[in-house]
C-alpha cells in the first residue's frame, strides 16, 4: 500500500474520506429504518457506502501506523482510529442483513430487532467517527492555535533593563529556573525556546530537521508547547529522547 499520493501523506485524504462518508451513510441507515418506502430506492447506496467506508477507515489506520514512524502520531487519535474499524466493518455487515431482511418485508421479531441493531451501531459509528476526527483535529491544530492566539507578554520594567547582563538576557531567575518570560523572548526560527512540562528546551536547531516539517516546532516557539508536543508524542520514547537533548534549564 502506497505510503504518499502526489508527494504528500495518503492518510490524511483517507481520514477525510471517512470522517465525511462514513457518519453519511450512518444517517442514511437510520433514515432508511424509519422511513420504509425509501429502502428499495437508496438500500442499495446506503450499503454499499458503508462498505466503502469500511474500507477506507481500514487503510486510514494502516496508512496512519506508516505516516507515525514519519511524524508520530498523537496515542489518543491512533486508539480511537483502531477502534473505528471493526465497529464500521461490523455496521456495514449489520445493514447488509438488514437490507436483505427489508428487501423481503420480513416482519417479528428479527426485523425488529435489526432495525434497532442498525440505528444503535450507526449512532455509535457516528459517535467514534466525531471523537477519532477531533483528536486529530486537536493533535494537529492546538498547540498552532494556542501558539497564534497568545498574548504577547509586557515588555520586561527599566529596572530589570539596567541590571547586568546576564539578568537582563532574561534567562535565568535568581533560584536558576527560566520564566515563560523568558521563553517568549526566543519565538522566532532563528532563537526558538518552548517549554515542555516543566522543562525549557532550545529548539531552534531542530526546526530544519524535524520529520514532520518545520511548522509543529515554529508554534512552539516561545510558548508552553506541553500540549501539543503530548498530544502528538505522549508515551513514545524516541521524541522524549529527542527533546531532552535540547534542555535549557527548568521553568521557574
Same mark, same amino acid.
Given at each position: 500500500?502506497?505510503?504518499?499520493?502526489?508527494?504528500?501523506?495518503?492518510?490524511?485524504?483517507?481520514?477525510?474520506?471517512?470522517?465525511?462518508?462514513?457518519?453519511?451513510?450512518?444517517?442514511?441507515?437510520?433514515?432508511?429504518?424509519?422511513?420504509?418506502?425509501?429502502?428499495?430506492?437508496?438500500?442499495?447506496?446506503?450499503?454499499?457506502?458503508?462498505?466503502?467506508?469500511?474500507?477506507?477507515?481500514?487503510?486510514?489506520?494502516?496508512?496512519?501506523?506508516?505516516?507515525?514512524?514519519?511524524?508520530?502520531?498523537?496515542?489518543?487519535?491512533?486508539?480511537?482510529?483502531?477502534?473505528?474499524?471493526?465497529?464500521?466493518?461490523?455496521?456495514?455487515?449489520?445493514?447488509?442483513?438488514?437490507?436483505?431482511?427489508?428487501? $423481503?418485508?420480513?416482519? =417479528?421479531?428479527?426485523?425488529?430487532?435489526?432495525?434497532?441493531? =442498525?440505528?444503535?451501531?450507526?449512532?455509535?459509528?457516528?459517535?467514534?467517527?466525531?471523537?477519532?476526527?477531533?483528536?486529530?483535529?486537536?493533535?494537529?491544530?492546538?498547540?498552532?492555535?494556542?501558539?497564534?492566539?497568545?498574548?504577547?507578554?509586557?515588555?520586561?520594567?527599566?529596572?530589570? +533593563?539596567?541590571?547586568?547582563?546576564?539578568?537582563?538576557?532574561?534567562?535565568?531567575?535568581?533560584?536558576?529556573?527560566?520564566?515563560?518570560?523568558?521563553?517568549?523572548?526566543?519565538?522566532?526560527? $532563528?532563537?526558538?525556546?518552548?517549554?515542555? +512540562?516543566?522543562?525549557?528546551?532550545?529548539?531552534? $536547531?531542530?526546526?530544519?530537521?524535524?520529520?514532520?516539517?518545520?511548522?509543529?516546532?515554529?508554534?512552539?516557539?516561545?510558548?508552553?508547547?506541553?500540549?501539543?508536543?503530548?498530544?502528538?508524542?505522549? =508515551?513514545?520514547?524516541?521524541?522524549?529522547?529527542?527533546?531532552?537533548?535540547?534542555?535549557?534549564?527548568?521553568? =521557574?
Amino acid at each position: 500500500m502506497p505510503d504518499t499520493i502526489g508527494g504528500l501523506p495518503l492518510h490524511p485524504l483517507v481520514v477525510h474520506a471517512v470522517a465525511v462518508l462514513l457518519p453519511l451513510c450512518a444517517v442514511g441507515l437510520i433514515i432508511l429504518v424509519l422511513v420504509p418506502k425509501w429502502r428499495r430506492t437508496y438500500g442499495w447506496l446506503v450499503v454499499g457506502g458503508l462498505g466503502v467506508s469500511a474500507v477506507c477507515a481500514w487503510v486510514a489506520k494502516e496508512t496512519g501506523q506508516n505516516l507515525a514512524t514519519v511524524v508520530g502520531v498523537p496515542s489518543e487519535h491512533a486508539e480511537w482510529g483502531d477502534r473505528l474499524v471493526p465497529i464500521s466493518a461490523l455496521l456495514f455487515v449489520v445493514a447488509a442483513i438488514w437490507f436483505w431482511f427489508a428487501r $423481503k418485508e420480513t416482519k =417479528g421479531a428479527a426485523a425488529t430487532l435489526l432495525n434497532i441493531a =442498525g440505528i444503535a451501531l450507526a449512532l455509535l459509528t457516528i459517535g467514534v467517527t466525531i471523537l477519532v476526527g477531533h483528536s486529530g483535529a486537536e493533535a494537529a491544530w492546538k498547540a498552532k492555535y494556542a501558539a497564534a492566539t497568545q498574548p504577547i507578554p509586557a515588555a520586561t520594567t527599566a529596572a530589570s +533593563s539596567s541590571a547586568s547582563p546576564a539578568a537582563s538576557a532574561g534567562t535565568t531567575t535568581s533560584s536558576g529556573a527560566i520564566t515563560m518570560a523568558d521563553v517568549a523572548k526566543h519565538s522566532t526560527a $532563528k532563537d526558538c525556546w518552548s517549554a515542555v +512540562s516543566g522543562n525549557v528546551y532550545d529548539l531552534t $536547531k531542530w526546526i530544519s530537521q524535524h520529520p514532520g516539517g518545520s511548522g509543529p516546532i515554529l508554534g512552539m516557539c516561545g510558548t508552553d508547547g506541553t500540549a501539543g508536543f503530548e498530544g502528538q508524542h505522549a =508515551g513514545q520514547g524516541r521524541p522524549a529522547q529527542e527533546l531532552a537533548s535540547f534542555l535549557v534549564g527548568p521553568l =521557574g
